[in-house]
DNA sequence: TAACTGACTCGGT
DNA sequence: CACCGAGCCAGTT
């Protein structure tokens, strides 16, 4: 598992992209990429992303705002801290506001 | 080689 | 309004 050249590379060059206090959801990177169903595939790409620490993956949430890829981190809550720390309100693991600090590759990026 | 899995999303009931 | 099932792509076993 080295580094390949692959989907996963394209993903995290997005995620890499996403603004400091914003945050994205894996369906609209995968319909950045072409696959809007390919959002699963985006969350496996988020976790082969742990070899990539500059790869901002807690910045990438569901379409709800949801974290639900928090038990991936080293620590449960360590996503949510990350984000509060960037200015992002989360109550329950749900981010609050996520229209307004929500970031579209497609809409934004274009 | 074939089958399973997964940090998702949408639509129907 | 809440729950259930189907669709999607690529990597892993």
Redesign the pocket.
């Known amino acids: 598992?080295d580094q390949?050249n692959?989907?996963?590379s394209d993903v995290w060059e997005i995620v890499k992209l996403i603004p400091e206090g914003r945050v994205t959801?894996?369906?609209?990177i995968?319909e950045y990429l072409g696959?809007?169903?390919?959002?699963?595939?985006?969350?496996?790409a988020?976790?082969?992303?742990?070899m990539m620490d500059d790869v901002p993956?807690?910045r990438?949430v569901?379409?709800?705002g949801l974290l639900?890829?928090k038990?991936?981190?080293d620590g449960v809550n360590k996503?949510q801290l990350l984000l509060e720390k960037e200015g992002v309100i989360i109550i329950d693991n749900q981010i609050q506001h996520l229209d307004q600090i929500f970031w579209d590759p497609n809409l934004e990026l274009l």
Do not use: D, E, I
């Open positions: 598992m390949k692959n989907f996963f959801s894996y369906g609209a995968a696959s809007k169903r390919g959002a699963r595939m985006v969350g496996w988020m976790n082969a992303s742990h993956a807690h990438v569901n379409k709800k639900t890829g038990h991936h981190f996503m």
